[in-house]
């Protein structure tokens, strides 16, 4: 991925778990080219412990995230509980487990519009 000039902001979204909603976002290149690049700040407070850049290219050669005592890499999902407590999940076990709340309520207004 070719770094934008000006990476987007970290952007959290609600997302529904069976028994709870929770905030989430996905560690993602444009998360990692924003926090090493432009120096913006993680949600909940959280730093990135390393991360790696190529200068000419503006790709990311790796970002590491700590979170609720766990690593949390590109493609992972940070989550931040009722509770304040943050975990980590892969992008296969995140789907299995959350639904995004902003697409949720969209397709029930949709349907309500039918």
């Known amino acids: 991925m070719t770094a934008p000039e000006n990476p987007p902001a970290v952007q959290v979204h609600p997302y529904r778990e069976i028994d709870a909603n ?10 990692a080219l924003s926090v090493l690049l432009q120096e913006s ?5 959280m730093v990135h412990v390393s991360g790696g850049w190529h200068p000419i290219r503006r790709t990311v050669n790796y970002f590491t995230v700590v979170a609720g005592g766990q690593r949390a890499h590109i493609g992972d999902w940070i ?12 992008s296969d076990a995140f789907s299995r487990q959350f639904e ?15």
């Open 22 to 31: 929770v905030e989430a976002f996905r560690v993602t290149e444009g998360v």
């Open 41 to 45: 700040v993680l949600p909940w407070g």
């Open 79 to 90: 989550i931040r509980r009722p509770d304040g407590s943050l975990e980590v999940r892969s």
């Open 100 to 114: 995004d709340c902003d697409a949720l309520l969209a397709a029930r207004k949709e349907a309500s519009h039918e």
